[in-house]
């Protein structure tokens, strides 16, 4: 996706113009991205996931498959699909991301007060490479230069770093500035580049240290619409026709979304894509650019 830009444009972003009267309107009235938080809570059976991990960690790769390298290919996959889940909504105008970028924050080790290091992953759409093996490629690299030394940071930190070691009213100007900059989408691109909020999605993989929730807060800062949340699996009762029923494996999700950025309906349908992908996680080993015809997957499994 390439044209030329627009007034009103910046770099890592498209103007959109055709939203809906309506939405444009309630838009100008609903206030800021804080007071227009949307949360979706939805469980995903486990029984493919489970099954695909084994399958892939079969093949002894030198950096184990986990449920979080396919829950962010298929998350990355179904925003390639579903475009205005990559929107964001600066003074009042729509615009929509030139790349899919996910963020995740990684500790060195589990434990109260290690350090903690900031993993962003630019997903391709049009590469012939498969989207699991661009995130586990991407997050297992990151993870591994996080945790290698005590010395190694993510560049995030390293600028976050030199901004703390500021003399207070120098640091507080700064922050000013920034913040500033932010609003007016003229924040430098190396800031944005490595800033989280500035992604498509902030991802907290809860499920990692064995903890439940169900929402966390978007921020006026930055762009991002969308925080994504993967709790700690549990088994639950599976029910048949007949009232019968049978335990099963679910991993629990939660969205937070800005609702201002699409309505109910596609944000339904968006998480259809999304189970349909986890539950038949095999396609998430095509190229990232060939067509899928994800429907008939979503009938199959009566989504």
Known sequence: MSRKRLKGEKYDAYLVKNIEPMQAFMTSLLGSRIENEAVCNF???????EDYIQRRNSENPEFKY?????FCAALAR???ERPRMNYFIRNGKFYERKKITMASVAKKVKADGAEEGLIIMDYDRGSEVSPIEQMH?????????????EQSHDSTTDIMKKLVSLPGPIYKLVVKMIVRLDR???LPKDLVDVNPYSQTCF???LGSIRMDANYHHLANFGSNSFFAIIGKKELKPCFNPDGTYKM?????????????????????NSIKVLKAYMM???LLDRPASESIDIRKVEEEFGL
């Open 66 to 70: 986990t449920f979080y390298h396919v």
């Open 248 to 268: 099963k494996m679910y991993l629990p999700i939660s969205f937070t979304i800005d609702e201002r950025i699409a309505d109910g309906v596609y944000f339904n």
């Open 280 to 282: 038949k996680p095999e």
């Open 184 to 186: 007016k989408g003229n």
């Open 203 to 205: 991802i907290s993989n």
């Open 43 to 49: 469980d995903i059976e486990m029984s493919a996931l």
């Open 78 to 80: 179904t925003i390639a």
């Open 137 to 149: 490629n991407l997050i297992c690299s990151q993870v591994n230069h996080l945790r290698k030394d």
